[in-house]
């Protein structure tokens, strides 16, 4: 069983409330919109880290972390970026990737709005953690955590915390 963390768009801020929600997560996914190099160097001080780079980072975050990440977590193969859409409404880029790598789970940022949501015509689980920073449109600041244990997604929990 792997327990995982997922957070999107800091902006350059981490609350210490998300990393106490991450606290015994076996890994930390950051879905883009990092903000600062500080964020992902705090949080892979203390946990496995796979992210991402967003629209709003700088070239310095780009040439550490790639647009996409392909990768599977025991039995499970994980796509995750940081503009992706959501089922029915996937950014067109996305949209390929998604039918040709058919992953089973597909991670995104980008909207600030947090959704959990099966898609049935790819037999994808599709996960946006909300935004976790300061900076943004967002009402309340989102991350989620969950389990992969074989093949099976479970355990889902999305923590919601006031601006």
């Given at each position: 069983m792997t327990r995982i963390g997922v957070l999107s768009d800091t902006?350059?801020?981490?609350?210490p409330a998300i990393v106490d929600f991450f606290?015994?997560?076996d890994?930390?996914?950051?879905?883009?919109?990092?903000?600062?190099l500080d964020v992902?160097?705090?949080?892979?001080?203390?946990?496995r880290l796979r992210a991402?780079?967003?629209?709003?980072?700088?070239a310095l975050t780009r040439r550490v972390f790639p647009a996409f990440q392909r990768f599977s977590v025991e039995?499970?193969?994980?796509?995750?970026?940081?503009?992706?859409?959501?089922?029915?409404?996937?950014?067109?880029?996305?949209?390929?990737f998604l039918r040709q790598e058919r992953p089973r789970l597909f991670l995104c940022g980008h909207s600030h709005i947090a959704?959990?949501?099966y898609d049935k015509a790819l037999a994808c689980l599709h996960v946006n953690p909300g935004a976790a920073g300061r900076s943004g449109f967002h009402v309340?600041?989102?991350?989620?955590?969950?389990?992969?244990?074989?093949?099976?997604?479970?355990?889902m929990e999305l923590l919601e915390l006031k601006r």
């Open positions: 902006h350059g801020w981490l609350d606290e015994g997560r890994e930390v996914w950051h879905c883009g919109d990092i903000g600062s992902t160097d705090a949080l892979d001080a203390r946990f991402v780079h967003g629209n709003i980072d700088d039995g499970v193969s994980v796509l995750m970026t940081h503009i992706g859409g959501y089922p029915g409404h996937y950014d067109g880029r996305v949209a390929t959704k959990v949501q309340a600041r989102t991350a989620v955590r969950f389990e992969i244990d074989g093949e099976n997604i479970r355990e």
